[in-house]
């Protein structure tokens, strides 16, 4: 085999590797950005089609990161953190006021983090771009807290609960925020969560329950 196959064939190899690693970099940054914006994609490509549905999430993308959005500070975010947690003892007593004040604690960090929360329309469609995959549990949870004194405590909960995913995904992203945030973390990546703060336990134990389910669970255990 002479010398120039030999440079022809390796060229072509070249040209393929290079051309597969394009393409796996692609399919990659779609499926991380389809991730990001969950249903929010899937439900617009179905009214406008998947070409209209691009362009229009990216004319979102553009007006977002036209907004400035900014990370928090750890002091910040620890700050927030605890006022989360009050409300969620809080929902032992009162469910309905703790549903509504996290309803309120989420829009006081979109309002920190640089989104105009004025009008609502245009909040889910800014927050749309980063935060696309909670925005279901968001929006059934403002609809519970619209009628929250005919909502059941069950329901109440899951109201919660939506409002817990978009808040503490506010509060660890930095996606939007023009690169690093201040802790020197790139731009689509948390910042380590501040050891004395709970954030990964807060949603969990007796500050999901109503004393009188906290009253069966010790009846149930005593038979």
């Given amino acids: 085999m002479s010398a120039g196959i030999i440079i022809l064939i390796v060229v072509v ?3 393929v590797a290079v051309a597969a690693a394009v393409m796996s970099t692609r399919m990659r940054r779609r499926t991380a950005e389809r991730n990001l914006v969950g249903p929010e994609y899937d439900r617009l490509a179905d009214e406008v089609g998947p070409r209209k549905a ?7 993308r553009q007006r977002v990161d036209g907004l ?17 947690e009050a409300i969620q003892e809080r929902f032992i007593d009162n469910p309905a006021q703790a549903v ?16 105009e929360v004025t009008d609502h329309d245009q909040l889910l469609t800014d927050l749309s771009v980063y935060h696309g995959r909670h925005l279901d549990g968001y929006r059934q949870a403002r609809q519970t807290t619209g009628r929250s004194g005919e909502a059941s405590t069950e329901a109440l909960r899951r109201a919660l609960l939506g409002y817990r995913d978009l808040f503490f995904d506010l509060l660890d992203s930095t996606a939007g925020s023009g690169g690093q945030d201040g802790a020197g973390q ?3 990546e948390a910042a380590p969560v501040p050891a004395q703060s709970p954030w990964k336990q807060v949603t969990q134990g007796r500050h999901w329950k109503t004393r009188q389910q906290e009253s069966d669970d010790v009846t149930a255990t005593r038979r």
């Fill in 13 to 15: 190899l070249v040209i």
């Fill in 54 to 60: 691009k362009a229009e999430f990216e004319k979102r």
């Fill in 68 to 84: 400035g959005i900014r990370p928090l500070s750890a002091e910040r975010r620890t700050a927030y953190a605890g006022q989360w």
């Fill in 100 to 115: 509504s004040s996290a309803g309120d604690l989420v829009s006081a960090v979109a309002t920190d983090r640089g989104y």
């Fill in 186 to 188: 790139p731009a689509g």
